[in-house]
């Protein structure tokens, strides 16, 4: 089967690269970067000059692409080009409702559709040992699985068409919420003379201990802001969460708080850096 990967951004380069490294048939790609289409060029990979190229092409469409309103344009376009029987897979972090009606729309032309988002960071990217979380007919789970396996090391099928985005949208807010949470109760020890090593020391103590606080300490000590993943990113997640949110008549008020944090580090221009740097919004910087 041949593969086709659009969409080689922070995330989706290295999840491509590892893609061309497992698989023993032709992997495609296209971005809007020709320099990033080079780079996976490097490791075997065959560059396409547009998404529809890739269409035709590939027997598996993978997607990793930033917003709804990319993956529909996207899907858009290439839809003359794909036929009965191929199988498409979106990776990108967009609005449920909006990717099943994607799904149906390929779906009533006998185009299988999955929609499989990533949890975890760059780093995870790299390794190959993403978690992902897959929405699909249960029949193709199975045959799309080993693909998945090429980039993840935990793939876990959530359920029907939507349901990958669901838990992925729901993991993020809780991601956000215990960042923020960390956020305010190191800040509030620093200021009863408590250092950050002391108190994540504590923390990995006792029940609050955290994947967040265990891999950020160092860089929180630092004031490090440099990205694995974007303010921009975590704030596009957030706010899918409340919109759903709202639309179920559900009160979040501690996603409303991690939500506010994020928020104020968009107002202040720092969408591509790390989201870890609303700490300085939490601790009430002016700058």
């Known amino acids: 089967m041949k593969i086709g990967f659009i969409g080689l951004g922070i995330m989706g380069e290295s999840m491509c690269e590892n893609i061309v490294k497992k698989h023993d048939d032709t992997v495609y790609c296209n971005d809007h970067k020709q320099s990033q289409i080079d780079k996976l060029e490097a490791f075997g990979a065959v560059g396409c000059a547009t998404n529809t190229e890739v269409a035709e092409k590939a027997d598996i469409i993978?997607?990793?692409?930033?917003?709804?309103?990319?993956?529909?344009?996207?899907?858009?376009?290439?839809?003359?080009?794909?036929?009965?029987?191929?199988i498409c897979i979106d990776m990108s972090t967009i609005e449920p409702d909006v990717s099943v009606e994607v799904a149906n729309t390929l779906k009533a032309k006998g185009i299988q559709f999955a929609d499989c988002p990533v949890v975890r960071s760059k780093a995870d990217a790299i390794a190959g040992t993403l978690g992902v979380l897959a929405g699909c007919d249960k029949e193709l789970f199975g045959v799309i699985e080993p693909i998945l396996s090429y980039m993840g090391s935990k793939v876990i099928y959530m359920g029907e068409n939507g349901k990958g985005l669901?838990?992925?949208i729901c993991h993020n807010t809780l991601v956000a919420q215990i960042q923020n949470g960390v956020n305010e109760t190191l800040i509030l020890a620093q200021k009863l003379g408590i250092s950050i090593d002391n108190f994540a020391d504590a923390v990995a103590a006792g029940g609050a201990q955290n994947f967040y606080m265990n891999a950020q300490r160092e860089k929180l000590k630092n004031e490090d802001w440099s990205t694995a993943f974007s303010m921009e990113n975590m704030h596009k997640d957030i706010s899918i969460c409340a919109a759903i949110a709202e639309r179920e008549g559900f009160s979040m008020p501690g996603m409303k708080a991690a939500k506010a944090a994020l928020d104020g580090g968009m107002e202040k221009g720092w969408a591509k850096e790390d989201f870890r740097k609303?700490?300085?919004?939490v601790r009430g910087d002016a700058e």
């Not at 993956?71 to 029987?85: F, N, Q």
């Open 278 to 281: 609303t700490y300085k919004i």
């Open 62 to 86: 993978i997607t990793m692409i930033p917003t709804s309103r990319h993956v529909k344009e996207a899907y858009s376009e290439m839809l003359p080009y794909l036929t009965e029987g191929k």
């Open 166 to 168: 669901a838990a992925k």
